[in-house]
């Protein structure tokens, strides 16, 4: 089945801890993303990647780091949580290429979401 | 700078009614617009787009929306009313001068969309 996996589902922590939130997608898709979703806020981008060792902010990265040494895999890493990370997150992962060309039209796949509280 | 609104934060409907989720969007260019759905502890799932053609947009579970360019619009419609639509609407907007950057996917806030028997 094609999806996006991401751990944890479900993590508490405390401040300073440093926590990594995996995300892997099995459809060898090059754009991989990640959001958090915030009540009020909607969906806000922290970082995405267009393909292997590209990486680039979103419009929320601070606080956070990214990864991508594999296609599949894009883990998001909190260095020294604090409590305003605690929220949802969300992996997502499309095609760049379009097979119509029109790169931007493809469609993200979404991981379940992760939720993290930081005490 | 791309913008895109969703006006309302709830939408009340009762069940078997036509229904309908706002969006409006600001664009440089021509959009690519989308809709997806959350539905409670899940992750957002693509129900429709528009790119080019046809103004009216066929997609998921019966939904369907209008592309509207003189109003800058993407309402969301679907002409009956199921308990089982009951979740979180959000619209996205890309302007197609960022096609080769997915990075410029802009969600708006979300409208919850409750049904009632």
Not at chain 1, 9 to 25: A, E, H, N
């Amino acid at each position: 089945e094609a999806q996006v996996t991401q751990n944890p589902r479900y993590l508490i922590t405390v401040t300073g801890k440093k926590l990594t939130v995996t995300c892997s997608q099995n459809m060898n898709h090059e754009y991989m993303s990640w959001y958090r979703q915030d009540p009020g806020l909607g969906l806000r981008q922290i970082y995405y990647s267009m393909n292997v060792e590209v990486t680039d902010k979103g419009d929320v990265p601070e606080g956070y780091k990214v990864s991508r040494k594999e296609k599949r895999n894009f883990p998001l890493i909190l260095e020294s949580p604090s409590p305003n990370q605690t929220s949802l997150y969300f992996c997502a992962s499309s095609l760049v290429s379009g097979r119509d060309g029109l790169s931007g039209a493809n469609v993200l796949t979404f991981g379940a979401g992760s939720r993290l509280t930081v005490l | 700078a791309q913008s895109v609104a969703q006006p309302e934060d709830q939408v009340n409907v009762a069940e078997g009614n036509p229904l309908t989720v706002k969006c409006t969007y600001s664009v440089s260019g021509n959009p690519y617009l989308f809709w997806y759905v959350q539905y409670p502890n899940r992750g957002l799932q693509f129900l429709l787009k528009y790119i080019t053609g046809d103004n009216l947009v066929k997609g998921s579970y019966g939904f369907e929306a209008e592309f509207n360019k003189s109003q800058t619009s993407f309402h969301l419609k679907k002409p009956s009313a199921l308990v089982s639509d009951s979740a979180l609407y959000f619209c996205a907007v890309r302007d197609e001068n960022y096609g080769g950057s997915q990075g410029n996917l802009i969600f708006g806030k979300g409208t919850k969309l409750s049904v009632k028997p």
